[in-house]
């Protein structure tokens, strides 16, 4: 796999994760429920939950943000950029697999928008450590 | 390519012109060839013609003495002066690209050392080229190691900083850990625009939800402070009420069965003074969202005025004010004689059948599953067809 492919690949997933993010942050402000496949308010009671927000700020914005900058490094050439993008999925599985935790064991309810988020950070994260140690990258791909 | 030239000559060397003959190399270098002409050729043979018969010494033309060849070092002769190649001789390389010498006798002494000159060079060459591609090899396995020790650097790095973030958001999102129980006292509910939306044009009735004349009613008995009635809530009531209420196809009837304390029972008259604005189930709906830890002492005046200011239209001091008025318990009594009717002690419970029929006790599995709900109200709908 080359590091041209492995950008492509992390870029789709992270225009994915701003998607759902950005669905999640309009549910989180507009106050109204979030579409879920099979019924049921699992959406709702995860989303008006206190760990919807992180001090004050909602969790689905924390995403926007950190798919945004997730994308954003892959135009950072070299390793400063390849670091900030491991960094940042690892960051966000991590905090994606502690929600995911809350929503079993405290919540009682899966939101089936933050269990698609939580896999794309997932994969985001593989790729960019993928990417960190395996691939070589070439001075031009990065420039690209 | 140059030609080799062989000229079979004998040299007649005066031993007097050459004082170190006999001792080795002492007669045949340096200064004393200053005799020779360019071609290496004794001048003084031409002179000395007539002693010719008896020559003290003779060498061939291309030969050496055995002694001159023997002091090699890197396959030149240690003390040979640039010109010591006289007729017959040339350098190693041109014989051995020659392949061959006609120099008669003598060849057999120069060909070995110039074939030995060019082995040992191709030798050289070959150990120089192993040498640099073993300097090449070290290099990149050096280069390899470095990037590999560089990577895994980056790794620790990554993970390092994932760590204390994750762990500092962690920490920040527990630090709130006693709030996320709910109950705040202070600041706006959450959901209040979800709920309001939710029972928007549903028609109530005191505590009954939906059509007086929806074919299907389903009575719950719930306790505002019960962890597991607001389960049951949040998780059922959003497809009951989208799925049956609203197009009119069942009534839901709250029963304010408080049997938790006197905390529920504040909360149960608090109910009331919202039923009595028309408004039960959007406070009951909004309670359950926003509901703190059972016997914290989270039901205040506070928190019963923050639920009834997330109702619009609710006014929030009359609900207050109910909630601490304990003679006004009309609901909690009638609840309380119903659920000993049909033996029921816990919450929540619930009642279904046609409406105006004898309700049966209906028991959910799970309470928090909708489609075990909707197949009851499913079967009583067919009945009714």
């Known amino acids: 796999v080359t590091d041209g492919r492995l950008r492509v690949a992390i870029a789709a997933l992270a225009v994915v994760g701003i998607a759902i993010a950005t669905y999640l942050t309009y549910v989180h402000y507009a106050d109204v429920e979030a579409f879920c496949v099979a019924g049921g308010g699992g959406c709702e009671r995860v989303q008006t ?14 995403g926007l943000i950190g798919y945004a900058l997730i994308l954003g490094s892959l135009f950072v050439p070299g390793d400063p950029g390849r670091l900030a993008g491991a960094v940042l999925a690892l960051s966000g599985f ?9 929503e079993l064991f405290t919540i009682d309810a899966i939101c089936q928008w933050c269990v698609a988020s939580a896999v794309v950070m997932t994969l985001l994260a593989v790729l960019t450590v993928w990417r960190l140690l395996v691939v070589d990258q070439c001075p031009e791909s990065s420039a690209q | 390519m140059p030609r080799t030239i062989t ?3 004998i040299l007649r060397v005066d031993p007097d012109a050459f004082p170190g003959r006999g001792t080795g190399d002492a007669g045949i270098a340096g200064s004393s060839f200053a005799h020779l002409d360019k071609y290496g050729f004794s001048t003084m043979a031409d002179e000395r013609d007539d002693e010719r018969e008896a ?9 050496s003495k055995g002694e001159d060849d023997a002091p090699l070092e890197g396959g030149v002769r240690r003390d040979a002066p640039e010109y010591e190649f006289s007729a017959g001789e040339s350098s190693g390389e041109d014989e051995a690209d020659e392949g061959k010498s006609e120099a008669p006798a003598t060849a057999a002494t120069k060909v070995p050392d110039a074939h030995y000159r060019g082995k040992h060079k191709a030798e050289k060459r070959e150990k120089r080229e192993r040498a640099e591609a073993e300097r090449k090899a070290r290099a990149e396995e050096e280069e390899r190691r470095d990037r590999r020790k560089r990577r895994l650097r980056m790794l620790g790095i990554a993970l390092g900083v994932a760590a204390v973030v994750v762990i500092v958001a962690i920490v920040v999102s527990s630090g709130g850990e006693a709030t996320k129980r709910g109950g705040e006292q202070t600041g706006p509910v959450v959901g209040s625009n979800v709920v309001n939306q939710r029972f928007a044009g549903i028609p109530q009735s005191g505590l009954t939800l939906g059509d007086p004349k929806a074919p299907v009613t389903l009575v719950e008995f719930a306790d505002l402070q019960c962890p597991f009635c607001k389960e049951a809530n949040d998780n059922t009531l959003p497809t009951l009420v989208d799925r049956y209420v609203r197009p009119g196809r069942l009534r839901i009837e709250f029963r304010n069965f408080a049997i938790l304390g006197p905390d529920s029972e504040k909360a149960a008259r608090a109910l009331q003074g919202a039923a009595e604005q028309g408004k039960a189930w959007q406070f009951i709906d909004l309670w359950y969202l926003n509901q703190g830890e059972e016997h914290s002492g989270y039901v205040t005046d506070e928190f019963i005025g923050r639920i009834a200011r997330g109702v619009p239209g609710l006014d929030a001091q009359r609900v207050i004010d109910a909630s601490n008025d304990e003679a006004s318990d009309d609901t909690l009594v009638a609840a309380q004689r119903e659920a000993d009717q049909f033996g029921i ?10 409406t105006g029929e004898q309700l049966q006790i209906l028991q959910v599995q799970n309470p928090s599953d909708p489609n075990l709900f909707a197949q009851s109200i499913d079967r009583l709908l067919e009945q009714r067809e």
């Not at chain 1, 991590?94 to 809350?102: D, I, V, W």
């Open chain 1, 49 to 62: 939950s206190d760990y919807a927000e992180l001090a004050g700020i909602p969790v689905a914005v924390l």
């Open chain 1, 94 to 102: 991590g905090f994606s697999a502690y929600l995911t935790y809350r």
């Open chain 2, 7 to 9: 000229i079979g000559l």
């Open chain 2, 55 to 63: 020559p003290p010494y003779e060498f061939s033309a291309g030969e």
């Open chain 2, 345 to 354: 002690n816990e919450t929540p419970s619930y009642l279904i059948g046609r």
